[in-house]
């Protein structure tokens, strides 16, 4: 009897233990499911998530960041600075709460004491925006324009949302001078992010003048600027009328243009994304229109269908009033003269200066020739390569060798 009584006592003793360790781990269990979840919800909710992990410090210093937002008022700052002072006791690599004192410290003036808690924050990451934001407004504050930039390139270097916070503000700033200047330098140190941000000034910057100032003070101090972005942003200058910027822009990076002669008379140029002043094709249903370069000399190559026809090769051009010869050399054309393709230069406006049929290959050599006036009225034209319908089956096929157009008296 006693040896079975000591089993029960055992048994029961034995279900305690098992009821103890059931219950602790189901209390670890819910533990880590709630740091979890905190650690989901901690960007979009982060009192929700201090609620949930009250003790961890990167939480709670997160609620007080959000406590010492923009529209904060003094009682607010208060608690986000005793929630900081909190949140670093439990982890003091908290950087959020250190920029929380320092965002408080500044919003009440004390710059002295902001200054020193983002100093503190610098130390322990670099990666921290919100720390490079505040470090690029102080450098303002104290006209430093290149210690602006070097935060600008550490924030950009070590952020992937910065571009998206930041190039809307740089490309605001290069309107100053000093900042083009100070930033072309920091460009020449080649950062990862100058790429991009040539992309974005070509396609989304505001102030395209600048843009273009910046982009030509690229190219004098000989750093790479892509045929893409150059294209664009002198494409978007033309189309708000701002061709002069447009034309300054594009000779900084094309030596040797001038407004009185078109450009590229051999079709020699390679270019990936040819801007409003270099020969576009233009292609359309029923119409193949391409540059065909080889050691043996470059052509501009063109199709189009029987009974089709319409512009297939175009360059703006900027030519003072006067008058010009438009001389060049087809090969592989022969149509009757109805069908026979021609040049047209016309003003921005559409009003047309004059013509220059395209003689039949097998004519001449395949050389044409003609004269046209410019008038004082008409600042910007349109040089423009237009195809004829024909009846022929194979429709209108051939090349032009030569284009260009130059003054007649130098």
Not at 7 to 14: A, H, L, M, P, T
Not at 50 to 69: E, I, K, N, V, Y
Not at 87 to 100: C, E, G, N
Request: proline share 7%; hydrophobic share 45%.
């Amino acid at each position: 009897m006693a040896h079975r009584g000591t089993v029960v006592r055992r048994s029961r003793i034995e279900w305690c233990v098992r009821i103890s360790i059931a219950l602790f781990a189901l209390v670890l269990a819910y533990a880590a499911v709630a740091y979890t979840f905190a650690y989901t919800i901690r960007a979009a909710a982060p009192a929700q998530a201090h609620g949930l992990a009250p003790s961890d410090g990167r939480l709670t210093a997160l609620l007080a960041q959000q406590m010492s937002g923009p529209e904060a008022g003094p009682a607010d700052r208060i608690r986000a600075d005793a929630l900081a002072q909190l949140a670093l006791r439990q982890d003091p690599t908290a950087i959020a709460a250190v920029v929380t004192l320092g965002i408080n410290a500044q919003a009440r003036g004390d710059t002295r004491r902001a200054r020193h808690m983002f100093v503190f924050a610098n130390i322990l990451s670099r990666r921290d925006l919100p720390t490079r934001l505040w470090a690029i407004e102080d450098a303002i504050g104290r006209s430093d324009i290149r210690g602006a930039l070097r935060q600008y390139d550490i924030a950009l270097r070590t952020s992937r949302t910065a571009p998206g916070l930041l190039f809307p503000i740089l490309g605001s700033a290069i309107a100053d001078p000093a900042i083009r200047t100070a930033l072309v330098a920091r460009l020449g140190t080649r950062p990862a992010w100058g790429g991009p941000f040539i992309v974005y000034l070509a396609d989304d910057g505001t102030d395209t003048p600048a843009a273009a100032l910046l982009f030509s003070a690229i190219a004098e101090a000989g750093l790479p600027l892509p045929d893409g972005p150059r294209a664009v942003l002198v494409r978007r200058l033309a189309e708000k009328g701002k061709f002069d910027d447009a034309w300054n822009m594009y000779t900084a990076v094309t030596p040797g243009a001038d407004r009185r002669w078109s450009r590229d008379p051999d079709f020699a140029a390679k270019l990936d994304q040819p801007s409003v002043f270099d020969w576009t094709p233009i292609e359309s249903d029923g119409t193949t229109a391409v540059f065909q370069r080889g050691d043996k000399g470059n052509v501009f190559d063109f199709s189009v269908t029987s009974g089709m026809g319409g512009p297939i090769l175009q360059q703006i051009e900027l030519l003072p009033p006067g008058e010009y010869s438009l001389d060049g050399r087809s090969t592989g054309i022969e149509q009757p003269d109805r069908a026979l393709p021609y040049w047209v230069l016309s003003c921005a406006n559409s009003s047309e200066i004059g013509r220059v049929t395209v003689t039949s290959s097998n004519r001449s050599g395949g050389r044409f020739s003609g004269v046209l006036h410019v008038p004082t009225d008409c600042p910007v034209q349109y040089l423009t390569l237009v195809v004829r319908p024909s009846e022929k089956v194979e429709g209108v096929v051939g090349q032009i060798s030569t284009a260009q157009i130059r003054p007649v008296k130098l």
